[in-house]
């Protein structure tokens, strides 16, 4: 990982750094997301962690916008695989994810 993270915050952006997909569609109602591409250079914008693994972003591709999901746990095991770097001023939103704790997912 080239820079090295100290801090994640809700609300902070981030950019696609390989290729992969987001699901978009999905709700209480229709629980199964259509998947959609997200291009290397993409800046998304995270949203949120929740309880039954889904990793949250807000995302505009193709002059769309969308919030789509992936399936990772948390948002520290996108960073992991390689997906996402951060991007930009990220000091905006609450701390999420910091201190030794973060340090601890980051090197598992």
């Known amino acids: 990982m080239k820079t090295k993270i100290t801090e994640i ?3 902070s952006n981030w950019v ?3 290729e992969f997909n987001i699901g978009v569609g999905s709700d209480c109602r229709n629980p199964n997301p259509k998947p959609l591409k997200v291009p290397i250079g993409t800046i998304l ?3 949120e ?3 039954d693994g889904n990793v949250w972003f807000n995302v505009e591709i193709d002059g769309e916008k969308y919030r789509g999901l992936t399936q990772s746990g948390n948002i520290v095991n996108v960073i ?3 997906r996402i770097s951060p991007y930009g001023n990220n000091e905006k939103g609450f701390i999420a994810y910091s201190g030794e704790y ?3 997912l980051l090197n598992n």
């Open 9 to 11: 915050r809700y609300g």
């Open 16 to 18: 696609a750094t390989m």
């Open 45 to 47: 914008q995270w949203d």
């Open 49 to 51: 962690d929740s309880r």
């Open 80 to 82: 992991k695989s390689g």
């Open 102 to 104: 973060l340090q601890k």
